[in-house]
T-cell receptor, first 109, second 109 residues
Framework: GESVGLHLPTLSVQEGDNSIINCAYSNSASDYFIWYKQESGKGPQFIIDIRSNMDKRQGQRVTVLLNKTVKHLSLQIAATQPGDSAVYFCAERDDKIIFGKGTRLHILP | SAVISQKPSRDICQRGTSLTIQCQVDSQVTMMFWYRQQPGQSLTLIATANQGSEATYESGFVIDKFPISRPNLTFSTLTVSNMSPEDSSIYLC??????FGQGTRLTVV
């Protein structure tokens, strides 16, 4: 069948630098947000989540920021490593999970 | 955490035929979710499967095309019926918004 061209935005980051991946969500009623990492040939992997009553949450090398005023979510990855190469999806939940379009992260040596 | 085994991992099928995808979870879960991921795109929820009741389908997906079984709390199947090349996608099952199977890469020829 016809294949759809890849249209994921791409972010290229030097190894060791910090990465910031941004996402805009659509539903102001969403109360829960998740970032996933999807490596080639695998299903999405949960990275970090945040509830709507928070604006920042930190994990191991990752931080999620939530700005409900402008409906914006970001994922910060500290000291980016080659193993961070993947597609990153944000997702929002109201009564179900809705995935964003995704960003492909390339790590430059 | 939950470990999800999904099979087959990939298949190439003739148009007009049907394929049943199996999803096994290593723990009992109330809700299981089936997603479709078209080439280079994000994930779209097909349906939510609760044990003991009919699956709930999202807009654009119907039971005749994607029948789902949920015979117990650890297992579900998704059938892609009367396939056409447009059904070529990755199909994934998920539990708890956080855990995904590896996906089934389906190519219809």
């Amino acid at each position: 069948g016809e294949s759809v061209g890849l249209h994921l935005p791409t972010l290229s980051v030097q190894e060791g630098d910090n990465s910031i991946i941004n996402c805009a969500y659509s539903n102001s009623a969403s109360d829960y947000f998740i970032w996933y990492k999807q490596e080639s040939g695998k299903g999405p992997q949960f990275i970090i989540d945040i509830r709507s009553n928070m604006d920042k949450r930190q994990g191991q090398r990752v931080t999620v920021l939530l700005n409900k005023t402008v409906k914006h979510l970001s994922l910060q990855i500290a000291a980016t490593q080659p193993g961070d190469s993947a597609v990153y999806f944000c997702a929002e939940r109201d009564d179900k999970i809705i995935f964003g379009k995704g960003t492909r992260l390339h790590i430059l040596p | 955490s939950a470990v999800i085994s999904q099979k087959p991992s990939r298949d190439i099928c003739q148009r007009g035929t049907s394929l049943t995808i199996q999803c096994q979870v290593d723990s009992q879960v109330t809700m299981m979710f089936w997603y479709r991921q078209q080439p280079g795109q994000s994930l779209t929820l097909i349906a939510t499967a609760n044990q003991g009741s009919e699956a709930t389908y999202e807009s654009g997906f119907v039971i005749d095309k994607f029948p789902i079984s949920r015979p117990n709390l650890t297992f579900s199947t998704l059938t892609v019926s009367n396939m056409s090349p447009e059904d070529s996608s990755i199909y994934l099952c998920s539990v708890d918004d956080a855990f995904f199977g590896q996906g089934t890469r389906l190519t219809v020829v």
